[in-house]
């Protein structure tokens, strides 16, 4: 474990997960050019063990299709989550985390009826949003298959799903920043919650994350559905894909598919080249 001047809690973080996940460690870096691709990396050249890494500043961070991430130290909570998992389906596996982190940010929602938003919603396929359609936060989830069976012995409990390195890559605006240049305005954490630090951020994410992996590692995502759709922000509006494709979303599917009622029907979406826009929301 490393800890660096932010006084990042890697010791407690430690002490939580390790016993949920044997083998399990924490580095702390200054500066990197993606957490994401240094764990890509390291699991190329055979280095699997579940492994946090948290960086201060990124100088090559990427999000979904490629696009960059930028980042000041200090401003931003970047992470990546390295691991072996075997889940039977893959499917949602970004929604999920989604659900997850949404979750440690606001672990409550307001009451239903009462026609407030959350603080922090979901935007398929891996967005968090806030109020007034603005990103908090992106994730990026990235495979390696050559990761070796860990159990080759024939009553291996899922016997024919060979583990693979999932590295789970998470993004989010601490301060408040610029939106030159950005097509969706920017939100930040200290609107969510004034005065939460990337740190104590990283505390409250983590260990339910490692536990929702290892639900969905035997489950999949079909019991995250509805608590997706508690926060789905795209739900019942209009919305452009970048196929040309125009439609109103109606929630995801027991997969995460997005489901999208078009002029030729119904369109399950699952392409992770599809970007998803929503039109502005109507007034109440």
């Not at 590295?167 to 605006?173: D, K, P, S």
């Not at 920043?177 to 954490?189: C, D, F, K, V, Y």
Request: with cysteine.
């Amino acid at each position: 474990m490393t800890a660096l001047a932010m006084h990042w809690p890697a010791e407690a973080l430690w002490e939580a997960v390790v016993p949920q996940l044997p083998g399990f460690s924490i580095e702390v870096l200054p500066s990197i050019d993606s957490t994401n691709t240094e764990l890509m990396r390291r699991a190329r050249a055979g280095l699997c063990d579940p492994t946090l890494l948290v960086a201060e500043q990124q100088t090559a961070g990427r999000g979904r299709l490629g696009r960059a991430w930028q980042s000041d130290v200090g401003a931003s909570l970047m992470m990546s989550l390295g691991l072996p998992l075997a889940p039977a389906d893959w499917s949602g596996l970004s929604l999920a985390v989604g659900v997850s982190v949404a979750e440690s940010l606001q672990p409550v929602l307001p009451p239903a009826g009462e026609g407030q938003p959350p603080r922090v919603g979901l935007k398929w396929p891996n967005d968090l949003w806030t109020t007034g359609d603005r990103k908090l936060g992106g994730i990026l989830v990235e495979t390696a298959s050559f990761v070796a069976p860990q159990d080759a012995s024939p009553d291996a409990p899922r016997a024919g799903a060979a583990p693979r390195y999932v590295v789970v890559g998470i993004g989010i605006n601490v301060s408040p920043r610029s939106g030159e240049g950005m097509s969706m305005p920017p939100a930040s954490l200290q609107e969510v919650q004034p005065g939460l630090t990337a740190p104590e951020a990283l505390l409250r994410i983590v260990p339910p994350l490692v536990a929702m992996l290892q639900a969905f590692e035997g489950y999949g995502f079909s019991p995250m559905q509805a608590r997706f759709a508690q926060r789905d922000i795209l739900q019942g509006r209009a919305v452009t894909l970048s196929d040309g494709q125009a439609g109103t979303a109606h929630g995801v599917g027991e997969d995460g598919a997005l489901l999208v009622q078009t002029a030729s029907g119904m369109q399950a979406i699952t392409s992770s080249e599809i970007s998803v826009r929503p039109s502005p929301a109507l007034p109440s």
